[in-house]
């Protein structure tokens, strides 16, 4: 079965803070990993679509990075602004016509000034 | 350009209702999806279509959920005899093809009394 971990649950940061958020996974096969940010009464907002093992992509203060078994979020000087849930998802291969994102359970980041 | 959008935004709903929400997609998208988010967690998949054909209707949790896209672009999200249960945020998330990125509406957030 599918599964998507994402840890911690919750993380309060300082302004300037840098930290990472963790997202394991264990499917059969990884078509795609994707990063989403949700504002509280909000839907998703995509973020981020890494592939294979290896490859990173950056979007201002944050970095996202891919292993075989896990996807980090890194978050260099954070803003509270960057104060939401961020969302981790696999598209898995052959599952599913329209490959349907599985989501782990969020990270609640929380920038205080 | 414009989003998907959802309506009604809230809905508040007794026991034994029946309600429908409407997803309005990006323009031109020929994916859709449906998700349902209980609080504090991860959406999750409920079905899935490819222009007005529906392809995948795994995550639909019984009977009472019904989804249709007549005519290949808006879709509604059916639920008959509503339960408490149901009470969750459903969003609905289009992309331009299948396996492109999915892009998020707002959800409608259904409270069942």
């Known amino acids: 079965e599918d599964q998507v971990t994402q840890s911690p649950e919750a993380l309060r940061l300082q302004e300037g803070e840098s930290s990472s958020l963790n997202c394991s996974y264990t499917?059969?096969?990884?078509?795609?990993l994707f990063w989403y940010r949700q504002d509280p009464g909000k839907g998703p907002e995509f973020l981020f679509t890494?592939?294979?093992a290896g490859e990173e992509k950056e979007k201002e203060r944050l970095k996202a990075t891919l292993t075989k078994k896990e996807s980090f979020l890194h978050i260099t000087a954070p803003k509270p602004e960057d104060s939401a849930t961020y969302l981790c998802?696999?598209?898995?291969?052959?599952?599913?016509?329209?490959?349907?994102?599985?989501f782990g359970g969020g990270t609640r980041l929380m920038v205080k000034p | 350009g414009a989003g998907v959008s959802q309506s009604p935004r809230y809905k508040v709903a007794k026991r034994g209702q029946d309600v429908a929400l409407r997803c309005d997609p990006i323009?031109?998208?020929?994916?859709l999806f449906w998700y349902q988010q209980a609080l504090g967690q991860g959406p999750e998949f409920l079905t899935y279509?490819?222009?007005?054909?529906?392809?995948?209707k795994s995550g639909l949790p019984s009977d009472r959920f019904f989804a249709e896209r007549p005519e290949g672009s808006v879709s509604t999200l059916k639920i008959q005899r509503t339960q408490q249960e149901d009470s969750a945020v459903y969003l609905c998330?289009?992309?331009?093809?299948?396996?492109?990125?999915?892009?998020f509406g707002p959800g409608t957030r259904l409270l069942v009394l």
């Open positions: 279509f490819q222009n007005e054909a529906q392809l995948d």
């Open positions: 998330a289009s992309s331009l093809q299948t396996k492109e990125t999915q892009y």
């Open positions: 323009s031109g998208h020929v994916s």
């Open positions: 890494l592939y294979s």
């Open positions: 499917v059969s096969g990884l078509r795609g």
């Open positions: 998802a696999v598209q898995v291969l052959g599952r599913g016509a329209g490959n349907m994102l599985t």
